[in-house]
């Protein structure tokens, strides 16, 4: 039976309360990944293990010594993910290896413990923290490893991309050629002797010889009838090569060894065989090529099979030749990777790994190319593309920096005199500060966008085409940022940026994900015989040779899941068949496997254009967190999924009771545990926006796993919610909404429901310099007594509201040395202030910034009196002994209840005295005995688990005090460093953008008091007036029906609401009321005469607070479902309505669009984009002045606004504009000054961008002069 109490949305295309929805794992690229890096568990093919062991064990040119790799230890954080933003430090985990040392000479074997470094650690939202600053590692497209075969520029080309050593390119211009790494040429011959293949294993290898006899007679009858079949059946296929020796005149191409010689070979066809015959020889050769291949670079190549001295083979030395092509065979310096010999051998057609006979096989494999001019190889699929992960990234740098490490060991072994040499000590900062520079200067690595919870989750499944192959922006072609059909259901279509890295960054398809060879995979269900047999991930290497069909396909009944009809089209690859159901494969699982995340919100996006639905999942990202969020009517049903993965509510871990519940703290009790879950009370992220958790529970209540205790202001009910449902009317209004302006209602302000918190973060840093100290002063804050109030040791005080340009910390540095006089100094001391030899250089606050002071972290690296102290490490130990004695309480406390439990009315004894039971305290609880032998059984398993929990908190503090952060992390120089942030309150104003889901956005060009906004006759206001010339010429027509669709839902809500006093309502009134709805909505025929009135009272409110349904995207939903709702509500069929103008009261002519749409606030507010300037900096070649909020840029005067001026004949204003605004220097120095003075006139002079034209000129031998 539906429980009807608790139902979050109805689906409409499934027609369900409790749709079962897919919840994927939509973090697992990254902490897939990570994880597959750090563990040696499983069968990784790039974890840490992985890379240590290629280079192990290692052997010392004597052979004396020998090295060992036993095992890797990985060590937690010893820093929680809070301190270190707080302190802006690292979060990371200390890695060490352990080896054993073997000397053979004096029978030693040492067993070493080596720290190696430290490595970034990821959290659970799969971010690092670098600095103190979130940050991530986006995924890359790649070249995948193996054999390519294609054509560049009419050359025939083959290239073998390896995982280790250099790329070899087999190229066919005027003559056969391999190159390494684009570098390095040789002639194909020169290669193949080299590698050491001989001129008769080459014609072995190519040719088949046989040799004939003729005897005349009837027995040439028995040749011709044997020999015919064995040319027919055996070599049909192939063209027959000959002869040694002919004699007379046959027709075909000759291609002769040697000059001076006979020898020859001729083409024959087949059919020429009996002209062959008909000639009186008795002994002669046929030579037969084994396969069909082009044949003129074949013969090429056995004609010139020589050594030839080459520039290239004389430009190096013979050592260095050799070992060139030796390393070839060498899997240490020459390596495919599994994935890439898998391919080349399939590729190929080799069952065994011969390395030999791979080159000659790629050469028949080319010729054979060449011949039949076969399909070249995509780069584009992606089946030829490798995904180099965030654990792929890390393993590849950090392979790379392991290296040096090994160089070091390698030079200590070889260097081995005493025993003392063995105790050496590795640079553990070859890897530590290599780890921390690749995160801060590689492109890959980037800010984490934290704008909202879908910014955070679609940040982490980014994938880039930039860097890694040689791709930048600007040689960027269309071809390389096309869709390609393998991305289907694997790459999103849609989610791209706009400009120009549009098709470069992708993002990953909905259920995509990336297997453990680095190639995306995604889910299908598979089927055999008619019958639905199970689910699997493939990616695209598989999934190419199979019948799939669209998830509309099938059907659940009774006995299962079914196929809807015997036929359907089937795709493989980007074809289209009719197939029957039992020739089908695969079956796709929802519609939202095509799309991404953010696309996966927008409803009735099929309704959609690409284009408008691109901009909408952009926008999405955008969208401000605002203080009261709204869930939205209509969703897609990803909501609860997305809110789930972001981590932004926290999820029950016990089956247990609410012990305790306040706005910080949440405290479960179970039978066995009681656990504690803090709450992020306002935290800022990157974009200064906040995160702020409240509770959902209460003391006593019970909670299950996976209940929701929990919520944040972007997730309600656990659903992500990133906006307001407002009404809306399409229509114009007195030309205030021209194009894409929005108008709002002054209710919106006075509700405040587009409200905002940002979170502004000022870091001042205290130095050490020649002079002296920088120090911190209330002198700074002038001598007012209120000020003075707000301020305590010059920092102003948590909680004080401040407002632009006031100070927040009152910095002081030190003049330059200067000897006064002892008059000067007395004089300065007695007339002066204190701080004479300081200039104040405080910490004010910024522009268009006025809130609250949250927090102020005063953070001392060095303390300064008697002595130099290094106040870090101190004030760490004091931060890890405060969290370790209040472990030591809780523990000790939890199980002196449980003990004085235990022997309550038993005989106690401590040094043979008697004691109660109540007399047991901290101190004698190791030193207790009891009479009763079970009840001291007991006692002595409760002192075990104590002592143990104790030692491994002990052991963890001793962890943490060895790795506790060096002073040098930081500069030397720096002394304090203060941060002090303030919590801004934002509205909604005028020249704010907002926007839809559906790409329909715009600027808010006027807020209009409630009164004169258009009403309909019921006298209800519309909050929201949007053009409707915005939605034809976009095509979003799926904005209209999530309109229509909200508005008649909400239209039914408010019946509900208009009934406030619910005991004089009768329970049949409201049991038909609901069974109405019920029918007429949700098609669902209930019988509430089951329920009691109690039961009936709760459905009734639940209708009352959310009436929310869900459609999916791509289902096959009718249309007419929403009209027939909205005829039912007693609205016109297309949701048109009367509206009065609520200036004049009078009617509108035509009937207006009205209903519910879910707009967002986005992260463009005008308060931060406007400033003024009246002087600022000047290009210093131009001398115009600079653009951009950033340099105080002013306001640019292009070349169409001087046409508009020049149109007007506006002369004097575009004189001032060219000159004195601009970059007459002289012209706007006596401006200033005639400014100053109170003179309305000013001179202009020649501009400067004048006189750099004329410099121009003259360095083309102009001879050019002002008149």
Excluded at 562 to 585: G, H, M, V
Excluded at 994 to 1014: A, T
Excluded at 1224 to 1238: F, M, Q, S, T, V
């Amino acid at each position: 039976m539906i429980n009807y109490l608790k139902f979050n949305r109805f689906c409409f295309s499934k027609k369900k309360f409790f749709h079962k929805c897919n919840l994927p794992y939509l973090l697992h690229n990254q902490i897939g990944s990570y994880n597959s890096f750090l563990s040696s568990k499983y069968n990784s093919l790039f974890s840490i293990k992985k890379v240590l062991k290629q280079y192990f064990p290692l052997i010392c040119n004597n052979k004396n010594i020998f090295i060992k790799l036993k095992k890797i230890e990985l060590l937690e954080p010893c820093n929680t993910e809070k301190y270190t933003k707080i302190r802006n430090l690292h979060l990371f985990s200390t890695l060490y290896m352990y080896i054993s040392i073997y000397v053979i000479n004096k029978n030693l074997n040492v067993y070493k413990k080596i720290f190696l470094g430290n490595i970034p650690s990821m959290t659970k939202k799969g971010n690092f923290i670098i600095n103190g600053i979130d940050r991530i590692l986006i995924s890359q497209f790649t070249k995948s490893y193996g054999i390519y075969f294609y054509t560049e520029k009419k050359k025939k080309k083959c290239i073998i991309i390896p995982l280790k050593g250099s790329w070899l390119e087999f190229i066919i211009t005027n003559n056969f050629l391999i190159v390494f790494d684009k570098k390095i040429n040789f002639e194909i011959n020169v290669f193949l002797i080299c590698l050491g293949y001989n001129k008769k294993y080459f014609f072995n290898f190519f040719f088949f010889k046989i040799k004939i006899k003729i005897i005349r007679g009837k027995k040439r009858i028995f040749f011709l009838l044997n020999k015919k079949k064995y040319f027919y059946k055996i070599y049909n296929k192939y063209i027959c090569i000959s002869i040694k020796k002919i004699l007379g005149k046959l027709f075909g191409k000759n291609y002769f060894l040697k000059k001076n010689t006979f020898l020859k070979f001729n083409i024959i066809d087949i059919n020429k065989v009996n002209l062959i015959l008909n000639y009186p020889i008795y002994f002669f050769f046929i030579i037969f090529l084994k396969k069909i291949i082009n044949l003129n670079y074949l013969i090429y190549i056995y004609k010139n099979f020589k050594l030839k001295i080459n520039k290239e083979l004389l430009q190096y030395k013979k050592g260095y030749i050799i070992n060139f092509f030796r390393n070839l065979f060498y899997k240490k310096k020459y390596f495919y990777s599994l994935i890439g010999a898998k391919r080349i051998f399939k590729r190929l057609f080799l069952k065994k790994n011969n390395k030999l006979t791979i080159y000659l096989e790629i050469i028949k494999k080319i010729l054979k190319f060449i011949k039949f001019n076969i399909q070249n190889d995509n780069f584009d699929n992606l089946e030829n593309k490798l995904i180099l992960n965030c654990g792929k990234l890390l393993s590849i740098k950090f392979d790379f920096l392991f290296k040096k490490v090994i160089k070091f060991i390698n030079y200590k072994m070889n260097n081995f005199k005493k025993y003392k040499d063995l105790d050496f000590i590795v640079n553990s900062d070859i890897i530590t500060i290599g780890l921390k520079d690749y995160f801060c200067n590689n492109e890959l690595s980037q800010f984490l966008d934290q704008n909202n919870p879908l910014a955070e989750i679609s940040h982490n499944r980014k994938i880039s085409l930039i860097s890694g192959i040689g791709i930048e922006k600007e040689n960027c072609g269309f071809d390389i940022r096309d869709i390609h059909y393998s991305h289907y259901c694997k790459v999103c279509p849609i989610d791209t940026p706009e400009g120009h890295n549009i098709g470069l960054i992708n993002s990953l398809a909905y259920l995509s994900k990336v297997n453990k060879y680095n190639f995306i995979s995604t889910i299908y269900k598979y089927q055999f015989l008619g019958k639905i047999l199970g689910i699997t991930f493939l990616d695209n290497k598989f999934d190419k040779h199979k019948f799939i069909v669209n998830f509309n396909s099938t059907i659940e009944t009774i006995y299962g899941e079914i196929f809807r009809s015997p036929y359907f089209e089937a795709r493989k690859t980007n074809y289209y068949y009719y197939k029957k159901f039992l020739n089908i494969d695969l079956i796709e699982i929802c519609g939202d496997q095509i799309i991404s995340v953010g696309a996966s919100l927008i409803p009735f996006l099929s309704h959609n254009d690409a284009n408008r639905c691109l901009m909408g999942s952009n926008m999405q990202r955008q969208a401000v967190p605002l203080i009261d969020s709204e869930n939205p009517i209509v969703g897609t049903g990803n909501e609860l999924e997305i809110g789930l993965n972001s981590n932004y509510n926290i999820l029950s871990d016990l089956n247990g009771y609410v012990l305790y519940s306040d706005n910080y703290k949440i405290i479960i009790k179970n039978n066995n545990f009681i656990k504690t879950y803090f709450l992020e009370k306002y935290t800022r992220t990157n974009q200064n926006t906040i995160l702020n958790q409240y509770t959902k529970v209460l003391k006593g209540d019970f909670v299950k796993v996976g209940n929701i205790i929990a919520d944040s202001n972007s997730t309600k009910n656990g659903e992500i919610s990133l906006g307001k449902n407002l009404r809306v009317a399409f229509m114009s209004w007195y030309g205030y909404n021209f194009e894409d302006s929005i108008l709002l209602s002054s209710s919106i302000l006075n509700k405040n429901n587009f409200n905002s918190i940002h979170i502004y973060e000022f870091i001042t840093v205290l130095k050490y310099n020649e002079n002296g100290f920088e120090i911190v002063s209330n002198e700074c804050f002038g001598s007012n007594e209120k000020i003075k109030n707000k301020v305590k040791n010059g920092i102003i005080k948590i909680g004080e509201f401040v407002f632009s340009k006031d100070v927040i910390v009152g910095k002081m540095i030190p003049k330059k040395k200067r000897k006064f006089s002892p008059e000067e100094k007395l004089f300065k001391i007695v007339f002066s202030e204190s701080n004479f030899n300081y200039y104040e250089q405080p910490l004010t606050v910024p522009k268009n910034i006025k809130g609250t002071i949250i927090a102020v972290n005063d953070f001392k690296i060095f303390y300064f009196k008697n002595k130099i102290f290094k106040l870090l490490k101190f004030e760490q130990l004091n931060y890890t002994c405060k969290n370790i004695n209040n472990f030591f309480y809780e523990t000790f406390n939890y199980y002196l209840t449980k003990i004085k439990k235990l022997l309550f009315n038993n005989k106690i004894t401590i040094k043979k005295k008697r004691i109660n039971s109540y007399n047991i305290n901290i101190n004698n609880i190791f030193k207790i005995k009891c009479f009763n032998k079970k009840i001291n059984f007991k006692l002595n398993i409760f002192k075990n688990i104590i002592s143990n929990e104790l030692l491994k908190k002990k052991n963890i503090f001793v962890y943490k005090k060895i790795n506790f952060i060096k002073h040098d992390d930081f500069e030397n120089s720096i002394i304090r460093i203060i941060k002090i942030k303030i919590a801004v309150k934002k509205q909604i104003a005028i020249g704010d953008k907002m926007s839809g889901g559906h790409g329909n956005k715009g600027v808010v060009s006027n807020i209009i008091d409630y009164e004169n906004m258009p009403y309909d006759k019921f006298g209800n206001k519309i909050d929201l007036i949007l053009n409707p010339l915005g939605v034809p010429s976009r095509m979003n027509v799926g904005q209209l029906l999530e309109v229509f669709l909200a508005g008649s839902l909400n239209l039914i809500k408010s019946f509900f609401l208009k009934i406030k006093n619910l005991n004089k309502i009768s329970y049949f009134k409201m049991k038909l009321f609901i069974k109405i709805i019920f029918k007429c909505i949700y098609d669902k025929n209930i019988n509430l005469n089951i329920f009691n009135n109690s039961l009936v009272l709760k459905i009734f409110k639940n209708i009352k607070n959310q009436l929310n349904v869900c459609v999916h995207n791509f289902y096959n939903f009718n249309v007419n479902k929403v009209n027939n709702i909205i005829k039912t509500i007693g609205i016109n069929k297309n949701c048109e309505l009367l509206l009065f103008d609520g200036i004049t009261g009078k009617r509108y002519l035509q009937l207006v669009n009205v209903g519910y749409i879910y707009f967002m606030k986005l992260n463009h507010l005008v308060i931060d984009k406007i400033y003024s300037r009246s002087i600022g900096p000047y290009s210093i070649v131009t001398q115009q002045p600079l653009g951009g909020k950033s340099n105080l840029g002013g306001q640019r005067l292009g070349e169409m606004e001087v046409w508009a001026l020049e149109a007007y004949g506006a002369a004097f204003l575009l004189k001032e504009m060219l000159t004195i605004k601009s970059d007459d220097i002289l012209g706007r120095i006596e401006l200033y000054k005639n400014i100053i003075k109170g003179i309305n006139d000013a001179n202009s002079g020649i501009p400067e961008s004048f006189q750099v034209l004329m410099k121009e000129v003259q360095s083309l031998c102009f001879d050019i002069k002002i008149l």
